[in-house]
T-cell receptor, first 112, second 116 residues
Framework: DAKTTQPPSMDCAEGRAANLPCNHS???????VYWYRQIHSQGPQYIIH???NNETNEMASLIITEDRKSSTLILPHATLRDTAVYYC?????????????FGAGTRLTVKP | DSGVTQTPKHLITATGQRVTLRCSPR?????VYWYQQSLDQGLQFLIQ???????AKGNILERFSAQQFPDLHSELNLSSLELGDSALYFC???????????????FGEGSWLTVV
């Protein structure tokens, strides 16, 4: 799987949008971009994923650049409960190996 | 609630001992994954099973082993335990197997293992 690069930490004001960047410059055509978050030692929580089109669900939006070398996770109105470590992962889907490898992620702190 | 169930939630044991962690995947999910998270290592992928067969191996020690049973539940066996094995162990599952497209992996809440 391709490696990703994320800033180690970010702050965001409560009620504002949180924009979390991720670089994945060596992504392959059959690799999806996944985002998970982990709130203090709880199980990682799935947020969103995409292949090449932008995606939106009730939690967040995912913007993938046209060349697919980077993406941004957007939490439109961050709350204190969004404070967590956010992981950007690129993952081959299909084939024999579709496991998921985590990097260090971005620690997002939402401040009042 | 992800639907992935792990037991026990907490476990304290002595060095040299052996423990078994159990995981029940979401209903219908054929793939099970095990991860280890210690304070200084982050989330490390250990092993994946698909429908009873080992599918991928990560940073799993030889002292550790896993299996997936016909009813699709999985067990992670940790033996000759050392202090450094103290960690949070996560199980995850997905509906996806070889040839799948984009199915999501869902995680349980983990089993805390403390080796003293």
């Amino acid at each position: 799987d391709a490696k990703t690069t994320q800033p180690p930490s970010m702050d965001c004001a409560e009620g504002r949008a949180a924009n979390l960047p991720c670089n994945h410059s060596t992504i392959s055509g059959n690799e999806y971009v996944y985002w998970y978050r982990q709130i203090h030692s709880q199980g990682p929580q799935y947020i969103i994923h995409g292949l090449k089109n932008n995606e939106t669900n009730e939690m967040a939006s995912l913007i993938i650049t046209e060349d697919r070398k980077s993406s941004t996770l957007i939490l439109p109105h961050a709350t204190l409960r969004d404070t967590a470590v956010y992981y950007c992962i690129v993952r081959v889907v299909g084939g024999n190996n579709n496991d998921m490898r985590f990097g260090a992620g971005t620690r997002l702190t939402v401040k009042p | 609630d992800s639907g992935v169930t792990q037991t026990p939630k907490h476990l304290i044991t002595a060095t040299g001992q052996r423990v078994t962690l159990r995981c029940s995947p979401r209903s219908g999910d054929l793939s099970v994954y095990w991860y280890q998270q210690s304070l200084d290592q982050g989330l490390q992928f250990l092993i994946q099973y698909y429908n009873g067969e080992e599918r991928a191996k990560g940073n799993i020690l030889e002292r550790f082993s896993a299996q997936q049973f016909p009813d699709l539940h999985s067990e992670l066996n940790l033996s000759s335990l050392e202090l450094g094995d103290s960690a949070l162990y996560f199980c995850a599952s997905s509906a996806e197997g070889p040839g799948g497209t984009g199915n999501t992996i869902y995680f349980g809440e983990g089993s805390w293992l403390t080796v003293v």
